[in-house]
């Protein structure tokens, strides 16, 4: 079991920057495969970043790859999404989420069996 909680959405203009964190419960933070996922009003829920539990794989969705960052430090049961150039259609609930790990990194919300409440990115024009 984990719990995952997410923090640091907002609001910001348009180009700016927001780094989200989410904090897991557990000893065993570093077993866990993790991604970023993120729902607009009216929308599917998607993945936006992952991260293997190795560390040595990340998957970005194209519409943020050169904009956002995904890493994870397990000595502090961590991940973080640094969010860069945001756009307004960045906005959207973000949500962190994680698995066992295993050799594969799922990019659908059906694979990740835990999940944090969200945070809210709002980003104005």
């Known amino acids: 079991q984990v719990q995952l909680v997410e923090s640091g959405g907002g609001l910001v203009q348009a180009g700016g920057s927001l780094r989200l964190s989410c904090a897991a419960s557990?000893?065993?933070?570093?077993?866990?495969?993790m991604g970023w996922f993120r729902q607009a009003p009216g929308r599917e829920r998607d993945s936006v970043a992952l991260i293997h539990y190795s560390g040595r794989t990340t998957y970005y969705a194209d519409s943020v790859k050169g904009r956002f960052t995904i890493s994870r430090d397990n000595a502090k049961n961590t991940m973080y999404l640094q969010m860069n150039s945001l756009k307004p259609e960045d906005t959207a609930v973000y949500y962190c989420a994680a698995r066992s790990g295993d050799s594969i990194l799922p990019r659908g919300v059906s694979a990740y069996n835990y999940w944090g409440q969200g945070t809210q990115v709002t980003v104005s024009s």
């Open positions: 557990g000893r065993t933070f570093s077993s866990y495969t």
